[in-house]
């Protein structure tokens, strides 16, 4: 179960002689997971110069050499070289967004990558189970009662949570296939939640509460604090340890219910448990930031392309691309326009074109095969 379980993430997405194990030689193999340790140190390492370019960049910039003292200055004593308006530019307008925006993006990725794996579909992300339209509408509900961002970051959860719980019990009312059933309970679970959003939308006051709820759905990181921050890392984190370290057993399922049973894997409540460690990530991302798209779906299949379909390479690498990803696209946001740009925006300017070349390349390589 070590070296030949890991065949594929997601099969549709190329032949099979392609998938790790195939090939002893390892000559256009997959990565091991010991082989895929330095990709995901470089990566590691781009993470972390990207969150840096983002503490530094925007109407206000701080050099790169300032914001790393400033940084070590709250850990070790340093001679004070940075300023007053520096210090507060950086740690209190810049770091919360910056964790936030590594935190959002890479929970929606490393719930993206999952969910491919799980459904063993390229084309899949976390909008499949509904979470996120349950969770929008969590959100909308508060904005529309004006109950405050407490009340709109704890109905957003809860509402997330909700749609997982409506989804899953979908998915045991028919004895046939069980995945079937749940894309089809999410699916009818996400579009009974988009309507209810409408219908908030609909009911909202034109001139004070709409925009507000147009603008919060489009996705903003705008009103980041550690507060927020701390909010989301307790759903993202705790369901980015369960999937992890289900990362080799979502291997085996990836290959079919019946083998994933013959190797000792119970297909059923594995994928219960996966499922719910990404709507907790889900739920969390979206409480915090709105709808935030494209990045659960382009992400995974970058992640494939710098390590291979062995999940357990493939899942932490979505989770640091996913955060980098997000935090760049968070400093376009508030830097190229005098008005800060929505996510939602530019990650759907940015991602739909870049997933067709995805595609194409795809398609070019298995006609290649």
């Given at each position: 179960?070590?070296?030949?379980?890991?065949?594929?993430?997601?099969?549709a997405?190329?032949p099979?002689?392609?998938?790790?194990?195939?090939?002893?030689?390892?000559?256009?193999?997959?990565?091991?997971?010991?082989?895929?340790?330095?990709?995901?140190?470089?990566?590691?390492?781009?993470?972390?110069?990207?969150?840096?370019?983002?503490?530094?960049?925007g109407?206000?910039?701080?050099?790169?050499?300032?914001?790393?003292?400033?940084?070590?200055?709250?850990v070790?004593?340093?001679?004070?070289?940075?300023?007053?308006v520096?210090?507060?530019?950086?740690?209190?307008?810049?770091?919360?967004?910056?964790?936030?925006?590594?935190?959002v993006?890479?929970?929606?990725?490393?719930?993206?990558?999952?969910?491919?794996?799980?459904?063993?579909?390229?084309?899949?992300?976390?909008?499949?189970?509904?979470?996120?339209?349950?969770?929008?509408?969590?959100?909308?509900?508060?904005?529309?009662?004006?109950?405050?961002?407490?009340?709109v970051?704890?109905?957003?959860?809860?509402?997330?949570?909700?749609?997982?719980v409506?989804?899953?019990?979908?998915?045991r009312?028919?004895?046939?296939?069980?995945?079937?059933?749940?894309v089809?309970g999410?699916?009818?679970t996400?579009?009974f939640?988009?309507?209810?959003?409408?219908?908030?939308?609909?009911?909202?006051?034109?001139?004070?509460?709409?925009?507000?709820?147009?603008?919060w759905?489009?996705?903003?990181?705008?009103?980041?604090?550690?507060?927020k921050?701390?909010?989301?890392?307790?759903p993202?984190l705790?369901?980015?340890a369960?999937?992890?370290?289900?990362?080799?057993?979502?291997?085996?399922?990836?290959?079919g219910?019946e083998?994933?049973?013959?190797?000792?894997?119970?297909?059923?409540?594995?994928?219960?448990?996966l499922?719910?460690?990404?709507?907790?990530?889900?739920?969390?991302?979206?409480?915090?930031?709105?709808?935030?798209?494209?990045?659960g779906?382009?992400?995974?299949?970058?992640?494939r392309?710098?390590?291979?379909?062995?999940?357990?390479?493939?899942?932490?690498?979505a989770?640091?691309i996913?955060?980098?990803?997000?935090?760049?696209i968070?400093?376009?946001?508030?830097?190229?326009?005098?008005?800060?740009?929505p996510?939602g925006?530019?990650t759907?300017?940015?991602?739909?074109?870049?997933f067709?070349?995805?595609?194409?390349?795809?398609?070019?390589?298995?006609?290649?095969?």
């Amino acid at each position: 179960m070590t070296a030949s379980a890991p065949e594929t993430g997601t099969t549709a997405a190329r032949p099979p002689e392609d998938g790790p194990g195939r090939d002893p030689s390892g000559a256009g193999a997959a990565p091991s997971a010991r082989r895929g340790l330095p990709r995901l140190s470089l990566l590691v390492l781009v993470t972390v110069v990207v969150a840096l370019a983002a503490l530094a960049l925007g109407r206000y910039v701080v050099p790169p050499n300032e914001v790393v003292r400033l940084l070590a200055g709250q850990v070790i004593p340093l001679d004070r070289t940075w300023t007053p308006v520096e210090q507060s530019v950086v740690l209190d307008v810049r770091l919360p967004r910056v964790l936030l925006s590594l935190l959002v993006g890479g929970g929606l990725a490393l719930g993206g990558a999952a969910l491919q794996g799980v459904f063993r579909n390229p084309l899949v992300s976390p909008d499949v189970i509904g979470v996120s339209s349950g969770a929008s509408f969590g959100g909308v509900l508060g904005l529309l009662l004006g109950a405050g961002s407490a009340a709109v970051v704890g109905g957003a959860f809860a509402f997330g949570l909700v749609a997982l719980v409506t989804v899953l019990l979908i998915g045991r009312l028919n004895s046939g296939s069980p995945i079937l059933m749940i894309v089809l309970g999410g699916t009818v679970t996400g579009a009974f939640f988009t309507a209810l959003v409408s219908f908030a939308k609909y009911l909202a006051d034109p001139e004070s509460e709409l925009p507000s709820i147009v603008f919060w759905l489009l996705g903003s990181l705008a009103t980041a604090t550690y507060a927020k921050a701390v909010t989301a890392a307790v759903p993202i984190l705790l369901g980015a340890a369960v999937v992890l370290a289900l990362r080799w057993r979502l291997n085996v399922l990836s290959l079919g219910d019946e083998d994933a049973t013959a190797l000792g894997v119970p297909p059923r409540s594995t994928r219960a448990l996966l499922l719910t460690a990404v709507a907790l990530m889900t739920a969390g991302a979206v409480a915090v930031a709105g709808l935030v798209g494209w990045v659960g779906l382009v992400v995974p299949h970058l992640a494939r392309l710098w390590t291979g379909s062995d999940h357990r390479v493939q899942l932490p690498a979505a989770f640091l691309i996913g955060g980098a990803y997000l935090t760049a696209i968070d400093t376009l946001s508030r830097t190229i326009t005098a008005a800060e740009m929505p996510l939602g925006i530019l990650t759907a300017v940015i991602g739909a074109p870049f997933f067709v070349l995805l595609l194409a390349r795809s398609r070019k390589r298995m006609w290649s095969q």
